[in-house]
């Protein structure tokens, strides 16, 4: 497994894994509806690119000569860095992929500074359970209204990874 950076032009991929994704992950929590409205919403060519071109960092995940996933952080304050996004195809679960990509986090993280991860995450997808296994504690509920009489009902989870004293 291999990350890297994205730029511009991994958008179309970005676009295509979400696809993929999105409909296992959140079929039996989500309408088709606001699935089709989400991804327009979060996924559409210039939200990616003003998120890539801000604050935001994406990366890409490669096996081999394939990309199989991406996440986006952010540093969101003198503490905190934030996960906005992981997703992998569904078809590349359960490889180990997803704890690799924590544990790079984590580096970042400590890299930059910062000396816990929060992320939002659906309370019914079962992400939930791997955060947890991960280390990930729930600190909040949440329920953010996106528009279009859509929410999403989320638990705000946090990693706490010590202290960044040590960091040069």
């Known amino acids: 497994m291999k990350i890297r950076k ?4 991994d958008i179309p991929v970005i676009k295509e894994i979400a696809e993929k994704a999105w409909r296992p992950t959140y079929d039996h929590i989500l309408t088709e509806q606001q699935t089709l409205y989400m991804l327009d919403l979060m996924y559409n060519s210039l939200t990616l690119e003003n998120q890539m071109n801000g604050n ?8 081999g000569q394939e990309t199989v996933g991406y996440f986006a952080v952010e540093i969101f304050n003198e503490q905190f860095v934030k996960l906005h996004k992981l997703y992998l195809d569904p078809t590349k679960k359960q490889q180990g992929l997803g704890k ?14 910062r ?15 791997f955060y947890q296994k991960m280390g990930f504690t729930i600190i909040e509920e949440m329920i953010l209204d996106i528009g279009e009489g859509y929410v999403m009902d989320d638990y705000v989870m946090q990693l706490y990874l010590g202290s960044t004293q040590s960091i040069a």
């Open 6 to 9: 994205a730029i511009l032009s």
């Open 56 to 63: 935001i960092a994406f990366f890409m995940v490669d096996l």
């Open 100 to 113: 690799k990509i924590i544990q790079y986090i984590q580096d970042w993280a400590l890299t930059n500074q």
């Open 115 to 129: 000396n816990r991860i929060i992320l939002n995450v659906n309370k019914n997808n079962s992400a939930v359970l």
